[in-house]
């Protein structure tokens, strides 16, 4: 297991390496001024999307030290004291306690800065589908609401307004189309190897925790803290791809042009309307649990 959580790390940290710069274009997609909420809907949509990310964050960031504390001072307590390394090494260590300590400090700061260094990446793989998802949502609203301009109490209804806000909308949903082309390029690799080695990490957390070679306690002190946090990193990325892909069939925006009848009383907004249409039927197909745009 900590060779499978190892490689996946080393696999994770090749794409910023080599593609750095579309990562960070990536990561800064929804920052710029065209996503800037325009009205108070899109404020708590967007401040819910910031809210739930740091949520994650910390409870993410909480299991992952309680798993390496776990891990790291197993070792310690067991009668006979052995690294998960120890089959490779080439001398014994129990007879050796300078050597044992010394490689066991070394190891522990090996797998506490993995983790470190990789957390953020995991995060980041959940929340920024979250923030995409969350765009979908301000467009939604955004079409439910054409023309409509609010005055305190009162609403009222401009062709101005209408056609300004069908305009915002093609173009916010170009947007979001290109944002998941990027995520699709940076991320698609790095996703699939995690999940893959999320998912051998869960059934060698099985079989150690079923193998007997350690007492009932230190099993539990080793193997539930583990199959806790690779359950979240599957739990998070399969539940915002999810989400994200029940959000990007675009049938519901297609359905709010249809029946708003405001704009289908507008002979001026046919051509726009028909091209907004045509945009959200497009065909998709999901590669690594994200839709991606068939041209």
């Known amino acids: 297991m900590l060779l499978v959580n190892t490689g996946s790390c080393y696999v994770k940290f090749i794409p910023f390496l080599v593609n750095s710069s579309q990562i960070k274009k990536c990561i800064y997609f929804f920052g710029s001024k065209k996503f800037a909420p325009n009205n108070e809907q899109a ?24 798993t390496v504390l776990s891990w790291n001072v197993t070792p310690i307590f067991e009668k006979e004291q052995k690294l998960a390394i120890d089959i490779w090494l080439p001398c014994d260590l129990t007879t050796r306690p300078v050597l044992f300590y010394t490689l066991y400090i070394f190891c522990a700061a090996v797998i506490f800065y993995l983790g470190l260094t990789t957390t953020p990446i995991e995060l980041i793989l959940a929340g920024l589908p ?12 955004n079409l439910c609401n054409l023309g409509i301009v609010k005055n305190g109490s009162d609403f009222r209804i401009t062709f101005e307004n209408a ?47 079923t193998s007997g070679s350690a007492t009932f306690a230190t099993e539990c002190l080793i193997f539930i803290p583990c199959y806790i946090y690779l359950t979240c990193q599957l739990l998070f990325y399969c539940h915002y791809a999810t989400v994200l892909t029940q959000e990007f069939k675009g049938l519901f925006v297609a359905k709010n042009i249809v029946h708003n009848t405001f704009v289908s009383l507008l002979p001026a907004f046919t051509q726009m309307r028909h091209s907004l249409r045509s945009c959200l039927k497009q065909a998709f197909m999901r590669e690594a649990g994200y839709p991606e745009l068939v041209a």
């Open 43 to 66: 404020e708590r949509i967007v401040e819910d999307c910031v809210y739930v990310c740091r949520r994650n964050s910390k409870i993410y960031f909480s299991i992952f030290t309680l």
């Open 163 to 209: 056609e300004k806000v069908l305009r915002e909308c093609i173009s916010l949903h170009n947007n979001i189309l290109n944002f998941v082309g990027e995520f699709e390029d940076c991320f698609s690799w790095i996703l699939f190897f995690q999940i893959a080695a999320t998912t051998f990490g869960l059934c060698f957390c099985c079989i150690g925790f």
């Open 130 to 141: 979250y923030h995409a998802t969350g765009q979908l949502k301000i467009l939604e609203h």
